[in-house]
């Protein structure tokens, strides 16, 4: 969707590097999700971030939802294989929906 | 343990064909979603229901129809399947419209020929 941008669109790093995925939105975020997928199958819950300037941490994964609430980003600190996958914001919008940014692809070089 | 439950992992169909896609979730979930994904450009919300019977467009919804008799059953329909909706498909449910956790399926990989 464009009112959701993820930068980048794909990212390979080298295993126990850190990186960081950002989401941006065209309007305030109410609701922001973070998912993950591994190829070819469903979407796995990550975080959710509802409150400006909240941060949360899951294994060696962060995310942070900034004061303003129109940006969140994705921090993974050295990175492992098992991180690899396609990495994606939600979002609540207008009129009960619920959108997607067009994803990060994740890969981990070991 | 929750479950959404999408009834193809991978299908086949003939161009013109009348295709459905079949979702069904086990958590008593009000709203109901249906995706495509394609590459680049991340999920694309086809339809979503918030009630038994209840429809709302989503951002693409040319081409599609939905349906929605009971609760934990959400169908997506393709009237004459074309080339351009081979794609993945992806279902979700979840129980409120804001601030809550949305459940998916395995997805399904159509592919029209």
């Known amino acids: 969707s464009q009112e959701l941008e993820q930068s980048p669109q794909s990212l390979i790093v080298q295993e126990g590097k850190n990186l960081t995925i950002n989401c941006t939105s065209s309007k305030t975020l109410y609701g922001l999700y973070w998912y993950k997928q591994k190829y070819g199958e469903g979407l796995i819950f990550l975080m959710m971030l509802q409150k400006g300037g909240e941060e949360k941490s899951h294994e060696k994964i962060t995310a942070k939802l900034d004061e303003k609430k129109q940006q969140s980003s994705l921090h993974i600190t050295a990175s492992q294989p098992s991180h690899a996958g396609i990495y994606l914001c939600g979002a609540d919008w207008q009129g009960g929906k619920l959108i997607f940014g067009q994803g990060t692809e994740l890969s981990v070089k070991p | 343990d929750v479950k959404v439950t999408q009834s193809s992992r991978y299908l086949v169909k003939r161009t013109g064909e009348k295709v459905f896609l079949e979702c069904v979730q086990d958590m008593d979930h009000e709203n109901m979603f249906w995706y495509r994904q394609d590459p680049g450009l991340g999920l694309r919300l086809i339809y979503f229901?918030?009630?038994?019977?209840?429809?709302e467009k989503g951002d693409i919804p040319e081409g599609y129809s939905v349906s929605r008799e009971k609760k934990e059953r959400f169908s997506l329909i393709l009237e004459s399947a074309s080339t351009n909706q081979t794609s993945m498909y992806l279902c979700?449910?979840?129980?409120?419209?804001?601030?809550?956790?949305?459940?998916f399926g395995q997805g399904t990989r159509l592919t029209v020929v």
């Open positions: 229901s918030y009630d038994v019977k209840m429809k």
């Open positions: 979700a449910s979840r129980g409120r419209a804001w601030g809550t956790e949305a459940f």
